[in-house]
């Protein structure tokens, strides 16, 4: 099983940029995909960006050219550089991981979460 870590949420002013942070920790045979997802109030959960153990990101619509991903994996972490930030983006992002189990099988995981607030 695996365990991720979340860090770096808190409240910013429109325009300002925040850093999120994430580690993987655990038992597994090996990270793959690593990203982050965003619930606002309200709403369902919904995809960010993501990155292959390769380095090919992916990106949402409403966050590309603002927010940039990025990965360590020596480190099994991740993270996520938000510029521009606005209103809209307030949510509780988690990160999220696809990791092979140590029977070689994937899976899906994600972390508790942490609350990004854009307001002034």
């Known amino acids: 099983q695996v365990q991720l870590v979340e860090s770096g949420g808190g409240l910013v002013e429109p325009g300002g940029s925040l850093r999120l942070s994430c580690v993987a920790s655990?038992?597994?045979?090996?990270?793959?995909?690593m990203g982050w997802y965003r619930r606002a109030p309200g709403k369902q959960r919904e995809f960010v960006a993501s990155?292959?153990?390769?380095?090919?990101?992916n990106y949402a619509e409403s966050v590309k050219g603002r927010f940039s991903v990025s990965r360590d994996n020596a480190k099994n972490t991740v993270s996520l550089e938000m510029n521009n930030l606005k209103p809209e983006d307030t949510a509780v992002y988690s990160c999220?991981?696809?990791?092979?189990?140590?029977?070689?099988?994937?899976?899906?995981?994600w972390g508790q979460g942490t609350q990004v607030t854009v307001s002034s």
């Open positions: 990155i292959t153990r390769g380095g090919s990101t």
């Open positions: 999220w991981t696809r990791y092979i189990s140590t029977t070689y099988l994937p899976n899906d995981y």
């Open positions: 655990g038992r597994f045979s090996s990270i793959d995909s």
